[in-house]
T-cell receptor
Framework: ETGVTQTPRHLVMGMTNKKSLKCEQH?????MYWYKQSAKKPLELMFV???????ENNSVPSRFSPECPNSSHLFLHLHTLQPEDSALYLC??????????????FGNGTRLTVT | TQLLEQSPQFLSIQEGENLTVYCNSS?????LQWYRQEPGEGPVLLVTVVTGGEVKKLKRLTFQFGDARKDSSLHITAAQPGDTGLYLC????????????FGGGTRVLVKP
């Protein structure tokens, strides 16, 4: 198993659909993250979970809803998205007390297209 | 204005040539990380630099952290097609609540 696995790799959804992105880490890390990567913009941090507790919600619209049932799994539930939400969504994990400084291990992302 | 500015945004070179990409800020960083993201994949950590003036080498890649810890550079010697990718620098910044802040990246294309 690779370190951080994301499914699905590609997702096309309409603006009225509800879908979920899944992330699983096999590294024993204690923090997990969702990032958004859009064309010509830096990686944007969306959510951070440390020991299954959300410690960061970076002004993300409520149409994105994260869930972290345990330290190995992270979900991003999507509903009533907008076309501008089309992007690559990356999950990452890290280990350490000062997790903001810790190196990140990324999954290969879910390429989301909202039509 | 981004906290970390990377330049150039895009670089296309022939195999065997050398290249340097830059990561600059007006702020001091306690450390900087460099990642490479290949097409269709997530970013992969290459190195972390911590001490001002530090130089780290990873095979043909040389990373330098500025003396004032406000900038960093990545130099690739004799580039190969496998070096193609998006190079990202990132560091924790107080203005962002010490969250890891990423630069916009430099997209490198090494042609055979």
């Amino acid at each position: 198993e690779t370190g951080v696995t994301q499914t699905p790799r590609h997702l096309v959804m309409g603006m009225t659909n509800k879908k979920s992105l899944k992330c699983e880490q096999h590294l024993g890390h204690n923090a997990m993250y969702w990032y958004k990567q859009s064309a010509k913009k830096p990686l944007e941090l969306m959510f951070v979970y440390s020991l299954e507790e959300r410690v960061e919600n970076n002004s993300v619209p409520s149409r994105f809803s994260p869930e972290c049932p345990n330290s190995s799994h992270l979900f991003l539930h999507l509903h009533t998205l907008q076309p501008e939400d089309s992007a690559l969504y990356l999950c990452a994990s890290s280990q350490g007390d000062r997790f903001y400084n810790s190196p990140l291990h990324f999954g290969n992302g879910t390429r989301l297209t909202v039509t | 204005t981004q906290l970390l500015e990377q330049s150039p945004q895009f670089l296309s070179i022939q195999e065997g040539e050398n290249l340097t990409v830059y990561c600059n800020s007006s702020s001091v960083f306690s450390s900087l990380q460099w990642y490479r993201q290949e097409p269709g994949e997530g970013p992969v950590l290459l190195v972390t630099v911590v001490t001002g003036g530090e130089v780290k080498k990873l095979k043909r890649l040389t990373f330098q952290f500025g003396d004032a810890r406000k900038d960093s550079s990545l130099h690739i010697t004799a580039a190969q097609p496998g070096d193609t990718g998006l190079y990202l620098c990132a560091g924790p910044h107080k203005a962002a609540g010490n969250k890891l802040t990423f630069g916009g990246g430099t997209r490198v294309l090494v042609k055979p």
